[in-house]
């Protein structure tokens, strides 16, 4: 079952949601007024005293707008920390938070499976649907980098960690082809740029000799159940 991260937001448009907290309560007001409330809420009417809440004005412009709603929910979707999301839009934090419990709730996905099946039912042709693939697929930094004049910064070694495991687990979709085939040599260049990768990590190491030869014991094992001979004539001789 496709889970909606726009529960909250239908329900009280459509006006088969009760309002609950202050939150949604100012929102139900400014969508429908405050007699409507007052209706449905006989207990606690909508009084000349109640305030909308602050928190979501700026939040609901964003919502209304596509260009803004596809980021801000890209950013939702990237991390969980309504701060970090405030930090790098330079929204206040109960801001970020209004938004994701109206309008884009993300606890609705109890699972990255859950995620995943709503990212796929989006269609290729929608506006966001690029967005949210990076947000799932490469996180907040990615988006900060795209979006944000505060870049924040990425670490060297984890620059070469991530050139490592992106070779590695590259230079292995050549499986089930045969050993000459284009595929093939193309992954013994990622196991190259793995294994140089890899190298540039175990000389911080004190235990280089031996982290060595556990890597090359590892892509042997892979050689010989893969059959990759190319891949270890091209990588295997960075560790000798």
């Known amino acids: 079952m496709r889970r909606d991260p726009r529960h909250v937001f239908r329900a009280l448009s459509e006006k088969t949601r009760v309002p609950e907290t202050e939150l949604e309560r100012s929102l139900y007001v400014t969508l429908h007024g405050a007699s409507d409330l007052s209706k449905v809420t006989p207990l606690r009417p909508w009084t000349a005293a109640d305030l909308i809440d ?8 964003v919502y209304r707008t596509d260009t803004t709603r596809g980021v801000i929910e890209a950013f ?9 999301v405030a930090n790098a839009l330079g929204m206040s934090t109960d801001e970020v938070n209004a938004y994701r419990t109206l309008f884009f709730d993300t606890s609705k996905f109890k699972t990255d499976l859950d995620l995943m099946v709503y990212l796929q039912a989006i269609p290729e042709d929608a506006p966001n649907k690029a967005l949210f693939k990076i947000a799932f697929h490469q996180g907040i930094g990615a988006l900060r980098w795209h979006f944000c004049r505060s870049k924040g910064e990425v670490s060297p070694g984890d620059v070469v960690r991530t050139i490592m495991t992106d070779s590695f687990y590259r230079s292995l979709e050549h499986r089930g082809q045969p050993i000459t085939s284009k595929a093939a040599k193309e992954a013994a260049k990622m196991a190259n740029a ?15 000799e031996t982290n060595i030869e556990s890597l090359r014991m590892k892509f042997e094992e892979i050689r010989k159940n893969r059959t990759v001979e190319d891949l270890a004539k091209a990588g295997l001789e960075l560790v000798h």
């Not at 602050?54 to 412009?61: A, D, F, H, T, V």
């Open 54 to 61: 602050p928190s979501l004005g700026y939040p609901l412009e």
């Open 76 to 84: 939702l979707i990237a991390t969980s920390d309504d701060h970090e």
């Open 194 to 208: 793995a294994l140089m990768s890899a190298r540039v990590l175990l000389n911080d190491n004190d235990q280089v």
